[in-house]
């Protein structure tokens, strides 16, 4: 076999088997296929598509790329939930402590933010010590004393996924359903939950710009976790505007905590009570995804998720201090406030742009090697639909310089669209897919 051949099959247009797939993946693993043949497949990928029998064998190559782990010594079904990729959504730091504290055992492994999009290890490596490189182990062992885990990518884990993922990311191959489909669930299988629910993002600050992929991407996935045994729910949700208020690292520990303690309501807070509900679902503890968000609503009233929360800080080193001083968590040295150039309502946010701003605060990165600024990021102070007059404050951004929130406000001035007449506001949950 030859990677050549297999090059020009896709190019012409034909269906690869699946020998020439686990060829392919195998030798992007090992180093044999150089990074120019892999980008030339991965672009013949991109522009012809691969079937569903296709999509199946990568993801299944890819799973086995490495290592995989095996949680079936902890009782009870191991629920996991992945978002493709958002601006402010915080879930994660919300929904694991809370399912965790119904007693359905939470083992989760996130990423890093890059782009416009943040990523969940960031965020928890903002409080002070916070450890997440916890090996199989120890996720063992902390899934068995606290029912809860949250940790960064393990390095043997689907090794032929950070190889086709930093490719695709210089060569324009990211939004392509079936790598998307195949980089997601093998990842997600590998890490070995019995149950996933899947955030898909939809919208203006999301990959999938609108519904009709959002829903082709969310079919693939649960399809796949069919196949691989996995019980799979898609939640497609709005990425029209940023979920939560807060962007940036420790501003969106801030908001999580908040919603913890039962104080902020809105967007973030109803999202994560849905995804919640459908991985205690998943876990076969309530019957409806209602029952489910009533149950997740206890905990937050009878502070239950909180103190799940400082367990897990305490558990991964962290400074549980930070729930109750925030002050104790990094934070920016200048800030700017951004204000309305016009009277009008919000008709329309591009949250890409509102992401990248909040790169520009260096709350984000550009690159895999660039250095984040915890403290950095913005507050948006208006959501769709608001009305505002000009010279109200629409947000406040933070950053280490003047000149970085500077080129954030103005990133923010052209996100933010403001009209004479009042819109419809987006909805927020689209569709779910069991
Ligand atoms: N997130 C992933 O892990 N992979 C993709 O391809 C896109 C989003």
Do not use: W
């Amino acid at each position: 076999m030859n990677i050549v051949d297999i090059i020009i099959k896709k190019r012409d247009r034909h269906k690869l088997t699946r020998e020439e797939i686990n060829f392919f993946v195998s030798g992007v693993t090992d180093g044999t296929i150089s990074d120019y043949q892999t980008s030339a497949l991965l672009m013949a990928v991109f522009l012809n598509g691969l079937d569903r029998d296709e999509t199946f064998a990568l993801t299944d190559a890819m799973t086995h790329s490495g290592k995989t782990f095996d949680f079936s010594s902890i009782n009870g079904t191991k629920v996991d939930k992945h978002s493709t990729g958002g601006v402010a959504d915080t879930t994660t730091l919300i929904l694991a402590p809370l399912v965790a504290s119904c007693g359905v055992p939470v083992i989760k492994m996130s990423g890093r933010g890059l782009g416009f999009s943040g990523g969940t290890i960031d965020k928890l490596e903002s409080i002070p010590n916070f450890r997440t490189n916890i090996d199989e182990s120890e996720a063992l062992q902390f899934a068995k004393e606290s029912g809860i885990v949250l940790m960064g990518q393990s390095d043997g884990l689907v090794p032929a996924d950070k190889k086709l993922y930093a490719l695709r990311d210089v060569t324009g191959t990211v939004e392509s359903i079936p790598l998307i489909v195949s980089s997601i669930m093998s990842k997600k299988i590998a890490a070995g939950a019995d149950a996933i629910v899947l955030d898909v993002k939809c919208g203006s600050g999301a990959f999938m710009k609108n519904e009709k992929d959002a829903l082709e991407l969310s079919k693939q996935m649960t399809e796949i976790g069919k196949y691989a045994k996995r019980k799979v729910t898609a939640v497609i949700s709005s990425m029209d505007q940023p979920l939560g208020m807060n962007i940036g690292n420790s501003l969106e520990v801030i908001e999580a905590i908040e919603v913890l303690k039962g104080n902020v309501k809105g967007d973030l807070y109803e999202l994560t009570l849905t995804l919640g509900a459908c991985m205690l679902k998943n876990a076969g503890k309530v019957l409806s995804i209602d029952e489910g968000k009533k149950m997740l609503e206890e905990k937050i009233k009878d502070g239950s998720g909180l103190n799940k929360f400082r367990e897990l800080l305490i558990q991964q080193s962290g400074s549980d201090s930070v729930v109750d001083d925030y002050s104790l968590l990094p934070h920016a040295s200048t800030s700017k406030t951004v204000y309305a150039k016009e009277d009008g309502f919000i008709c329309g946010m591009d949250t890409d742009l509102i992401g990248k701003a909040s790169v520009a605060t260096c709350a984000g990165r550009i690159k895999k090697e660039d250095k984040i600024d915890y403290g950095a990021g913005i507050i948006m102070n208006v959501r769709i639909g608001d009305k505002v007059k000009m010279g109200d404050k629409i947000a406040e951004v933070f950053s280490a310089s003047d000149e970085k929130c500077e080129q954030a406000e103005k990133l923010i001035l052209s996100a933010v669209h403001i009209s004479k007449n009042s819109p419809d506001i987006p909805k927020l949950i689209k569709h779910i897919i069991e």
